[in-house]
C-alpha cells in the first residue's frame, strides 16, 4: 500500500493492471514474510492474490528448509494424489477404509487431475476381490438404520456399521457422521449404483452440507507395477 500511494504510475489507467499485480505480490510477499513461522499450519485460500503468497512459501520452504502444512480452502487445485482400498479393471475405486471418505472426494472433484497412488495389493479385476472389508458410504447418524436397510435389500449383501476399535461405540467422521461398510455379494453396475446410493435419503441431498458419500471413483492410477495412467 505504502508503495502504490507514493507513485504516480498507480494514476496511469494503461499500467493499472500492472500495478495491481505488483500490489498482489506485494501483499503475498507480506503475509507470507511477516506472519508465516516453521513449523506452522497454514491454511491456502483462493484467488490470484493467493497465487504469490504461495510463490514465497515455497521459495521460503525451499530457502529457509521450513517445515510448513499447506491446507487448501480453494476450489482450484490442479492435481490431487489420493490412496485407495481397491482398484478394479475399469479403474473405478473403492475409497474410504480411514473413514476421510467424503473430505477426499470433495477435494478430488476440486482438481483437474486426480492421480491415485496404489501398490499392487489394491489392483483387482473385480471390486471385492482384494478390499473385504465393503464399500464404506458415509451416512448422517439418525439414517443408518434405514440406509443399511434399504440398500440390502435393492442391492443385496449387508451394510454393517463401522465401530471404534475400542467398541465403544461407532465411528464418528470428521463430518459428525457414521459410516457403513456395505459387503457387497455381486459384481455391480458401479455407476448405477453409485447414483442410486446418493439418492437414499441420508446419505445424500443436494442442498445439505453432511452429505454422504459412497466412494468409487473413476480414475487413474499408478503403482510400482503399472505404469500407465
Ligand atoms: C482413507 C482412504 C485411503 O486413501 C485408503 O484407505 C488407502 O489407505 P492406505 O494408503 O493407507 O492403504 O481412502 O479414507
Same mark, same amino acid.
Given at each position: 500500500?505504502?508503495?502504490?500511494?507514493?507513485?504516480?504510475?498507480?494514476?496511469?489507467?494503461?499500467?493499472?493492471?500492472?500495478?495491481?499485480?505488483?500490489?498482489?505480490?506485494?501483499?503475498?510477499?507480506?503475509?507470507?514474510? %511477516?506472519?508465516?513461522? %516453521?513449523? =506452522?499450519?497454514?491454511?491456502?485460500?483462493?484467488?490470484?492474490?493467493? $497465487?504469490? *503468497? $504461495?510463490?514465497?512459501?515455497?521459495?521460503?520452504?525451499? /530457502?529457509?528448509?521450513? %517445515?510448513?502444512?499447506?491446507?487448501?480452502?480453494? +476450489? =482450484?487445485?490442479?492435481?490431487?494424489?489420493? &490412496?485407495?482400498?481397491?482398484?478394479? *479393471?475399469?479403474?473405478?475405486?473403492?475409497?474410504?477404509?480411514?473413514?476421510?471418505?467424503? /473430505?477426499?472426494?470433495?477435494?478430488?472433484?476440486?482438481?483437474?487431475? +486426480? #492421480?491415485? @497412488?496404489?501398490?499392487?495389493?489394491?489392483?483387482?479385476?473385480?471390486? &471385492?476381490? =482384494?478390499?473385504?472389508?465393503?464399500?464404506?458410504?458415509?451416512?448422517?447418524?439418525?439414517?443408518?438404520?434405514? $440406509?443399511?436397510?434399504? #440398500?440390502?435389500?435393492?442391492?443385496?449383501?449387508?451394510?454393517?456399521?463401522?465401530?471404534?476399535?475400542?467398541?465403544? &461405540?461407532?465411528?464418528?467422521?470428521? %463430518?459428525?457422521?457414521? @459410516?457403513?461398510? !456395505?459387503?457387497?455379494?455381486? #459384481?455391480?453396475? !458401479?455407476?448405477?449404483?453409485?447414483? *442410486?446410493?446418493?439418492? @437414499?435419503?441420508?446419505?445424500?441431498?443436494?442442498?445439505?452440507?453432511?452429505?454422504?458419500?459412497?466412494?468409487? !471413483?473413476?480414475?487413474?492410477?499408478?503403482?510400482?507395477?503399472?505404469?500407465?495412467?
Amino acid at each position: 500500500r505504502h508503495k502504490l500511494k507514493h507513485t504516480r504510475l498507480f494514476r496511469s489507467p494503461s499500467n493499472t493492471d500492472d500495478m495491481a499485480e505488483e500490489a498482489k505480490k506485494l501483499a503475498g510477499y507480506a503475509a507470507v514474510d %511477516n506472519h508465516v513461522q %516453521n513449523n =506452522q499450519v497454514v491454511g491456502v485460500g483462493s484467488g490470484s492474490t493467493i $497465487v504469490y *503468497a $504461495v510463490d514465497r512459501l515455497a521459495e521460503r520452504v525451499r /530457502q529457509e528448509k521450513l %517445515n510448513i502444512v499447506c491446507v487448501p480452502t480453494s +476450489f =482450484q487445485l490442479d492435481v490431487a494424489i489420493d &490412496g485407495a482400498d481397491e482398484v478394479d *479393471a475399469a479403474l473405478t475405486l473403492i475409497k474410504g477404509g480411514g473413514g476421510c471418505l467424503t /473430505q477426499e472426494k470433495i477435494v478430488a472433484s476440486c482438481a483437474k487431475h +486426480f #492421480i491415485v @497412488i496404489a501398490d499392487f495389493r489394491k489392483d483387482s479385476s473385480a471390486l &471385492g476381490q =482384494q478390499w473385504k472389508k465393503g464399500v464404506p458410504i458415509e451416512v448422517i447418524p439418525m439414517a443408518y438404520v434405514p $440406509v443399511s436397510r434399504t #440398500i440390502a435389500k435393492r442391492f443385496g449383501g449387508e451394510a454393517v456399521l463401522r465401530m471404534a476399535v475400542s467398541k465403544a &461405540g461407532p465411528v464418528v467422521t470428521d %463430518n459428525s457422521n457414521f @459410516i457403513l461398510d !456395505w459387503k457387497f455379494e455381486h #459384481i455391480h453396475n !458401479w455407476k448405477e449404483v453409485n447414483i *442410486a446410493i446418493k439418492m @437414499i435419503p441420508g446419505t445424500h441431498t443436494h442442498t445439505h452440507t453432511h452429505t454422504h458419500t459412497h466412494t468409487h !471413483w473413476n480414475c487413474c492410477w499408478c503403482s510400482p507395477s503399472y505404469s500407465g495412467l
